[in-house]
């Protein structure tokens, strides 16, 4: 499990791969938290949801790029419940 809260992910990177700050399976929560400048050369370039639950709740998510998702990719199984929140 992955929870998240009050927190900054600024500037992180994967290069070739997927989830520039974060990929997550399983059941995840985030909450007040900002994914800013993160960077994929896959799918989600601050967050990837793969087969997972998600809650991302008042949370921000700007200037992320990916080849695919550039803030949030939602993949295979996954389901994302989001409020509150800036994408």
């Known amino acids: 499990d992955l929870l998240v809260e009050d927190s900054a992910f600024i500037g992180n990177s994967a290069v070739a791969r ?4 974060i990929l997550a399976s ?3 929560t985030i909450r ?3 994914f800013s400048g993160n960077t994929a050369g896959g799918q989600g370039g601050a967050v990837v949801l793969f087969d997972a639950t998600a809650v991302i709740e008042e949370s921000t998510f700007a200037g992320n790029k990916a080849g695919t998702g550039g803030g949030i990719a939602v993949v ?12």
């Open 18 to 21: 997927d989830g520039g700050a």
């Open 26 to 28: 399983g059941t995840a």
């Open 32 to 34: 007040r938290s900002t």
């Open 76 to 87: 295979g199984t996954s389901t994302l419940t989001l409020t509150n929140s800036i994408v």
